[in-house]
């Protein structure tokens, strides 16, 4: 060494930092990188990210030739800063320490923690880049990776360990399909990324949920005069209504209002028999049906409205399409009177509500954290918490909020404020 110069061994060296250094940024940006981006941008003939995939299908050599190289560059700086620690200040043991300390120094700032923290910055752009140079690398090398690979591989069977990197699943779960879009911030807009978390919902929620009670359902009774039917139909604020008969206002179908109005301008007048050719079919379905089967079965069986009965086939309610697209998108802005006079914010900052409300959308809407276990209304949910009716002017609390009972009629919790 005394015939090379000094300033060649600093370069060497310099070199060597360098190399240590461009394997520690491999190693992180390629283990950082996010799968799922990297399969899009393959698929769309992104060459530095088909490089990366077929690297990252052969983790084991991969990170054979990776640490491979790492050591053998950290090794050769440990024994130059070594030579050149002897030529500069001579031999002893003050000095070995002194190299030491040194070549470990250079090598933790300037190889690894340094390189590293900016590969786990911008993963994406170096991985691509190094992964020109491992991918061929990997070939010059595949036969003293392949030599250290089979002491690794009998320690591994050695240890019980099986390890098939082809195999490896990356599936997520739900709810870390959830979290990831939760968590998207900017990549998703808000409102994307609102549906998106809605649809999720679909598989919890059930008709129940988002169902119209039976006790608040608009329909036609066929017992009543023609003229009040007509004069029904004329001032609904909907397109389709069930019809009942019979001293047990059984529904005996659904009344489609375009239809009835095709009729009328057809024929210039319409009379029982008329309304009763139009008539539909009602469409029976059990309580409990979760949103996301009966979306589908709405597609299946080609219908808009549905009536939920339980299991003594009693009425329930009535769901419609719309009911459970406003459980993805949000409200329509074409909601009848009824719908739309539920939520009230007075100028104290609380909100005045109907008793009928569900817990789900006072969740949503209002920010609140009622239980969903149990009653799917807030009527339902007071009347279980006090296991009586409750007298207006009671206030209560439920989930650290505050409610307090304004109006009850017919023994049902008609309006209820809920204070800030």
Known sequence: MDEIPLSWQLGALAVLLLISAFFSIAETSLMSLNRYRLRHLASNGHRGARLA????????????????????????????????????????????????????????????????????????????????????????????????NLFVNALLR??????NFAETSHAITMEELRS????????????HRTILLNLFDLEKASVDDVMTAHTQIESIDFDAPIDDILQQISSSHHTRLPVRQGPN??????????????????????????????????YF??????????IQQFQEHQQRIALVVDEY?????????????????GDFTTQSPMRSSKYHQEED?????????????????????????????LNGLILEHFEDIPEPGTSFRIAKHRFEVIQVQDRIVKSVRIHP
């Open 313 to 329: 086939g009693e009425l329930k309610g009535l769901v419609t399409l719309e009911d459970i697209l406003e459980e993805v998108i």
């Open 158 to 163: 050695l240890l019980g360990i099986k390890i």
């Open 285 to 294: 379905i059990p309580s409990g049906t979760a949103l996301y089967t009966q």
């Open 249 to 282: 206002e059984d529904i005996i179908g659904i009344l489609h209002l375009r239809k009835v109005m095709n009729q009328m301008r057809d024929a210039g007048t319409l009379d029982m028999e008329a309304l009763r050719e139009i008539l539909a079919p009602p």
């Open 53 to 148: 995939s077929v690297l990252l299908a052969k983790t084991d050599k991969l990170l054979g030739v990776i640490l491979l190289g790492n050591n053998f560059a950290n090794a050769a700086s440990a024994t130059l800063v070594a030579l050149i620690t002897v030529e500069l200040f001579g031999e002893g043991e003050w000095v070995v320490m002194l190299g030491t300390l040194t070549v470990t120094f250079f090598i933790l700032v300037f190889s690894e923690i340094s390189p590293k923290i900016i590969a786990a910055a911008y993963a994406e752009k170096l991985a691509f880049g190094c992964s020109y140079v491992l991918y061929p690398l990997l070939k010059v090398a595949y036969p003293a990776v392949w030599f250290v």
């Open 180 to 191: 990831i879009v939760s968590d998207a911030g900017s990549y998703i807009p808000k409102k």
């Open 349 to 377: 900052g609380s909100w005045l509500v109907d008793g009928s409300s569900s817990l789900r959308d006072l969740n949503k809407k209002l920010h609140l954290q009622l239980p969903l276990e149990g009653p799917r209304t």
